[in-house]
Nanobody
Framework: VQLQASGGGLVQPGGSLRLSCAVSGLTVGNYAIGWFRQVSGGERKFVACITSGDDSTYYRDSVKGRTTISRDNAKNTVYLQIDSLKSEDTAVYFC??????????????????WGQGTQVTVSS
């Protein structure tokens, strides 16, 4: 199983990014796929998750209203669109899979597979 996160970069405050998590070795539609972020020296913190089956979505409070997680089953890829980026969004973003047929969790421990991370830097 491989999860390949991409799409990070340097963006000005107020800008947008779309992160991608391309998955091989499992069917994303059967797994809960989460995004987490981590700043240097800190723990991985939940950002968003899309569950298997009914595609329910969950977001941390600080990104609600400006973040959308979505899934393309044909491409076996999950996306994280973040708008109105703030300096506090700066972090390495990781995607993770949990399942099959398990619900989203906001802690990192229950996830079975992890990608390598993509750096997002929000700065003027």
């Amino acid at each position: 199983v491989q999860l390949q996160a991409s799409g990070g970069g340097l963006v000005q405050p107020g800008g947008s990014l779309r992160l991608s998590c391309a998955v091989s070795g499992l069917t994303v539609g059967n797994y809960a796929i989460g995004w987490f972020r981590q700043v240097s020296g800190g723990e991985r913190k939940f950002v968003a998750c899309i569950t298997s089956g009914d595609d329910s979505t969950y977001y941390r409070d600080s990104v609600k209203g400006r973040t959308t997680i979505s899934r393309d089953n044909a491409k076996n890829t999950v996306y994280l669109q973040i708008d109105s980026l703030k300096s506090e969004d700066t972090a390495v973003y990781f995607c993770a899979a949990r399942g099959p047929w398990k619900v989203c969790e906001v802690s990192a421990g229950p996830y079975d597979y992890w990608g390598q991370g993509t750096q997002v830097t929000v700065s003027s």
